[in-house]
C-alpha cells in the first residue's frame, strides 16, 4: 500500500508541532529538569511512539507494524548509545545544566532534518540500485565491528566528542564570538557587535554529529524496512523525548557498560540480513553471473524483532548486575 500524500503531510506537520511544543515548554525558561519531570515527559513521548506503532499495525497490517517496532527499539537504543556523546560535549564546552535543554532541542530538530534527507537519499538509491544494500550491509558490519573493539580495547567509542570536529574549529575561526555565557542565547551583542556565544558552537558540535550519527542509524533502519513512512516515523518518534532521557538517565548512562556490545551485535545482525537480501536480489554481472543466489535464510521480521529486543535486555541486565558488584565490592572496600 503506496501511503499518500495527505497521510505524509499530515504526519510531518504532526511531529514538527510535537518538536515546536517540546521546544515552547522546556526552552522557554531555562531550568534543570526533575526526575519527575523526566519520567512523565519520557512516557508521554514513549507511548506516543507506541500508540501510533499500534496504529501501523492495525491499518496497516501485522508486517508492517513488527517493522516499525523492530525499527524504533533499534533508533531508540542507537539515540541512547549517542548520549553518551551529548554528554561528553556539553563537559567539554562547560554547559550549565540550566541551558542545555535549548541546544539538546536544537541538536535534536537538527537531527531529524539530517535524517530526513538522508532517509530521502537512501530511498532514491535503493530504488534504482539494488547493490546498495551490499554497501549498507557492509557499513554496518564494519560499524559493528568498530564498536566491540572499541569496547574489548576500553577505548571509548566517543571519543571524538573529546576534541573539537573541524567544521567546530572553522566556525571558530569565521564567526566573531565571546567566550562567555549570555544566559541560554546564542549570539549577543557587545559594544554594538554581533558576537556567537559559546551555546552556538555546542549547537555546531551536536548538529555535526548527529550528521555522523545518521550514517549508522539510517542504514540500520533500512535493514528492518523498505517503507520511507517507516523509516521517517521510527527515526522522529526516536529522536523525540531524547531530551528527557539525557536528564533522566544521568549518571546511569555510565552504569550501561554493556550497551556498546549489544549495539554492535545489532548492527552486526542486521548489516548481515542486509547482504543476505542483496544476495536474494542480486543482480550485480560479477557475482553470480547477476543471478540472485538464494543459499541464504531469509530473516523473517518477528525473529528481527525478537534478536533485537533481546539482545538490549540481556546487555542492560548483564550493564546493570556489573557495576551493581562492582559498586557494592567499592563500598564495603
Known sequence: MAVPAWLWLATIAGIIALFLFDFAFHARKPHEPTFKESVGWSIFFISLAMIFGAGIWIFWGPQHGAEYFAGFVTEKSLSVDNLFVFVIIMAR????RIYQQKVLLLGIAIALIMR??????GAAAIARFSW???LFG????YTAV???RAHFSETKDDDEGQHP???ERYARRVIPATSEYHGNRLFTRIDGKKLATPLFFVVVALGFTDLLFALDSIPAIYGLTKEPYIVFTTNAFALLGLLQLYFLLGGLL???VYLGVGLSLILGFIGTKLVLEALHTNNIPFINDGQPIHWGPEIPIWLSLTIIIGTLVITTVASLLK???IGSKTDHS
Do not use: C, G, M
Open 323 to 325: 557495576t551493581h558488584v
Open 165 to 167: 570536529s573541524w567544521i
Open 254 to 256: 555510565d552504569r550501561l
Open 116 to 121: 530526513a534527507l538522508f532517509i530521502a537519499l
Open 132 to 134: 546498495v544494500f551490499y
Open 138 to 141: 557492509a557499513f554496518l558490519i
Open 146 to 148: 568498530h564498536l566491540a
Open 93 to 96: 564546552f562547560a554547559v550549565p
